[in-house]
């Protein structure tokens, strides 16, 4: 017979005995375990859109939007203008009254949204110059089945919306919008595009140039945050073509494929142009020495550039007549061949400089194609110009002073960027660390194997780090980039989010289930728009690992790490000693344990243990048996975890 109250003494006297055992020995601490392991993480649950495995649902959707532009440089007056023709689709099962776009370059009009914001010093805005920045728009029109369409616009700050008398129906509605836009260039344009005055010429880098669609998807709706200086930007994908008419003396690399090589180029570099395609060696299209010799452009007034780019989310270019233009062949997992292209000023080349670039940008696509997914377009371009840093699809530019290893690493780290976020595209505006957190990782990964390690990162001292993130003016990573302070959006987006999949990858799943769940992750996405939570889950389903304690504690919060060794006892059993090894976890966030164990002889042991003898205890117990002497106990020796407090990390035997 089942008898409760016989149950009910036995579960308060276990419950007791329990209870003695926590506290004794205990160490003061913060850790709450129900709070790092609480089930109730997510919220929502999966749905037809977006599955509960974090991957697209069976009825995703997203809209698609190509582009048709002609465009003008003109040089003297450092001004783009041109026509855009907007193709939009309508996949989504919504009618759509109005449409939103993006009109990014309204944030260098002296009266912008973002100017308000933007400090004396930033790195973004047009950094106090004084120009009259911003969109001219003209000739605005939609058309609808070949016909014209009623509607009223209006453009606030960084955003246009379209209302239109009927509204564009669910289920693959179509409209086309054109217009006519202009607009002066800044020097610096947040630090994302510009002009450079080199010796030989200036350098234009040229993006955020044409009017684009917003996203309209099934988180928000239409997303239409204004564009402020320091987030970047969440774009629909499509076809773009385009055509950039410049002075003949210049040079043009754009995204995608260049048509009209024949037009553009001299009957010698055609013929350069077209070997390097089959050459893994670097090819001078037009060397250093050629930069000032006339002959090395067509003899005419202008030239008209033409590209394609499939299945984008932007494009951009880069214009000058100061071009040393190198370039190599780039050879994919598929079989496909792509073409690595460098372009740059006299003072920028060198085998220090960028002499190497082209070398450096196959590399670079190489390794990530094999490691994560192939790389999707006919070119990979770098401008040396004065931008910093920064990525497009199919080109990125990049500090033209970089030397040696910053040289590797700046384009390293914008290419990695086709990644995240040109083929899974996350939305940057909102969640920065899901583009440059990623790619940061991937990074330290290529970084490793360039060239057999010659620009190797030397491993980070975690604790070291985990002293600087104590630091409460960090903020946290799940903030938009402009809303955190502009001094902490290095650690916040780039930094943090790059060491925590550090940790997950070599310290808790270890690099096998990291990089099929990291990798199912990018195919799953590509082309698409995951968010925060479809990462978490698509990671988590994969590694077959309930995660949310590692999301909850070092991108949602702000929890510090730090485990401690309580004490060591020796006991005797069958003729052997029993250390008994005791460690508490002391601050909020949980972590495997890493314990090296010294012997009298200097043998060394590495135990680990896993994060889950922390989901009910606040201190743990290791029996460790040996027949010899032990002399110290160390936590965590490697310092690979960021742990707070070293001081309370080990133990030696007087």
């Given at each position: 017979m089942f008898n409760k109250s016989i149950l009910l003494g036995a579960l308060l006297f276990a419950f007791g005995l329990s209870a003695m055992a926590q506290q004794t020995g205990a160490v003061a601490g913060k850790y709450d375990a129900h709070a790092a392991f609480s089930p109730l993480f997510y919220t929502q649950n999966g749905n037809e859109y977006r599955s509960a495995n974090g991957y697209p649902g069976p009825k995703y959707w997203q809209n698609k939007v190509d582009y048709s532009i002609t465009a003008n440089l003109d040089e003297a007056a450092n001004k783009v203008s041109g026509t855009v023709t907007i193709t939009y689709k309508n996949n989504s099962?919504?009618?759509?009254?109005?449409?939103?776009?993006?009109?990014?370059?309204?944030?260098?009009?002296?009266?912008?949204?973002?100017?308000?914001?933007?400090?004396?010093?930033?790195?973004?805005?047009?950094?106090?110059?004084?120009?009259?920045?911003?969109?001219?728009?003209?000739?605005?029109?939609?058309?609808?089945?070949?016909?014209?369409?009623?509607?009223?616009?209006?453009?606030?700050?960084?955003?246009?919306?379209?209302r239109l008398a009927e509204p564009l129906a669910a289920n693959g509605d179509v409209v086309t919008i054109k217009?006519?836009?202009?607009?002066?260039?800044?020097?610096?344009?947040?630090?994302?595009?510009?002009?450079?005055?080199?010796?030989?010429?200036?350098?234009?880098?040229?993006?955020?140039?044409?009017?684009?669609?917003?996203?309209?998807?099934?988180?928000?709706?239409?997303?239409?945050?204004?564009?402020?200086?320091?987030?970047?930007?969440?774009?629909?994908?499509?076809?773009?073509?385009?055509?950039?008419?410049?002075?003949?003396?210049?040079?043009?690399?754009?995204?995608?494929?260049?048509l009209n090589p024949q037009e553009v180029f001299t009957p010698t570099q055609l013929q350069r142009w077209n070997a390097a395609k089959s050459s893994d060696q670097t090819i001078a299209i037009r060397s250093e020495s050629e930069v000032n010799d006339p002959k090395s452009r067509p003899a005419k007034d202008k030239l008209t550039w033409k590209y394609k780019i499939k299945n984008t989310r932007d494009a951009a270019w880069g214009s000058s007549k100061a071009f040393v233009l190198d370039a190599a062949r780039i050879n994919l997992p598929s079989g496909k061949k792509a073409l690595a292209v460098a372009a740059h000023p006299v003072e920028s080349n060198g085998k220090d400089g960028y002499g190497r670039a082209a070398e450096y940008v196959k590399a670079s696509i190489e390794h990530y194609s094999n490691k994560w997914f192939e790389y999707p377009y006919p070119m990979?371009?770098?401008?040396?110009?004065?931008?910093?840093?920064?990525?497009?699809?199919?080109?990125?530019?990049?500090?033209?002073?970089?030397?040696?290893?910053?040289?590797?690493?700046?384009?390293?780290?914008?290419?990695?960027?086709?990644?995240?976020?040109m083929i899974v595209g996350s939305n940057e505006r909102k969640y920065g660390w899901m583009d440059e957190g990623f790619n940061t990782f991937i990074n330290g990964i290529s970084s490793a194997e360039f060239n057999k390690g010659e620009y190797k990162q030397q491993p980070e001292d975690m604790h070291k780090v985990a002293e600087y993130l104590q630091n409460p003016g960090l903020e946290y990573i799940m903030l938009t980039p402009d809303a955190m302070k502009?001094?902490?959006?290095?650690?916040?987006?780039?930094?943090?989010?790059?060491?925590?999949?550090?940790?997950?990858?070599?310290?808790?799943?270890?690099?096998?289930?990291?990089?099929?769940?990291?990798?199912?992750?990018?195919?799953?996405?590509?082309?698409?728009?995951?968010?925060?939570?479809?990462?978490?889950?698509?990671?988590?389903?994969?590694?077959?690992?309930?995660?949310?304690?590692?999301?909850?504690?070092?991108?949602?919060?702000?929890?510090?790490?730090?485990?401690?060794?309580?004490?060591?006892?020796?006991?005797?059993?069958?003729?052997?000693?029993?250390?008994?090894?005791?460690?508490?976890?002391?601050?909020?966030?949980?972590?495997?344990?890493?314990?090296?164990?010294?012997?009298?002889?200097?043998?060394?042991?590495?135990?680990?243990?896993?994060?889950?003898?922390?989901?009910?205890?606040t201190q743990w117990t290791i029996p460790y048996v040996s027949d010899e002497e032990i002399t110290a106990v160390v936590l965590d020796p490697a310092k690979v975890l960021p742990d707070v407090n070293s001081s309370n990390n080990s133990w030696k035997k007087n």
């Open positions: 099962p919504d009618k759509l009254p109005f449409l939103w776009l993006q009109l990014d370059q309204n944030l260098f009009a002296p009266e912008s949204r973002g100017n308000s914001l933007i400090a004396a010093g930033s790195r973004y805005g047009a950094r106090g110059e004084k120009l009259e920045g911003g969109y001219k728009i003209e000739g605005l029109s939609v058309v609808q089945k070949l016909k014209p369409v009623k509607f009223t616009s209006l453009i606030e700050d960084t955003r246009m919306q379209i217009m006519n836009f202009a607009f002066v260039v800044p020097v610096n344009g947040s630090d994302r595009m510009g002009h450079l005055t080199t010796k030989n010429g200036e350098i234009f880098s040229i993006a955020q140039w044409f009017p684009r669609m917003c996203v309209y998807d099934d988180v928000l709706g239409w997303n239409t945050l204004p564009y402020w200086g320091a987030g970047e930007f969440y774009c629909e994908y499509g076809d773009i073509d385009f055509s950039i008419t410049a002075p003949a003396s210049h040079i043009v690399m754009g995204s995608g494929e260049l990979a371009i770098n401008v040396a110009s004065n931008v910093g840093g920064m990525e497009y699809p199919g080109i990125v530019f990049c500090g033209w002073k970089a030397k040696n290893e910053s040289a590797w690493g700046v384009i390293d780290h914008e290419f990695g960027h086709t990644w995240f976020p502009e001094r902490n959006i290095g650690v916040n987006l780039y930094s943090k989010p790059g060491w925590g999949l550090d940790i997950l990858r070599n310290e808790v799943l270890g690099a096998d289930r990291f990089d099929y769940a990291f990798k199912n992750y990018i195919e799953q996405w590509a082309f698409k728009h995951p968010t925060p939570f479809d990462f978490f889950r698509s990671m988590e389903n994969a590694a077959g690992e309930d995660l949310s304690w590692f999301w909850r504690g070092w991108f949602l919060e702000n929890w510090k790490m730090d485990q401690a060794i309580n004490g060591v006892t020796e006991t005797k059993r069958d003729g052997k000693s029993v250390y008994n090894i005791t460690i508490a976890n002391l601050e909020q966030m949980p972590m495997p344990v890493i314990l090296e164990v010294t012997r009298k002889s200097g043998k060394k042991e590495i135990i680990r243990l896993p994060v889950d003898i922390w989901m009910r205890n």
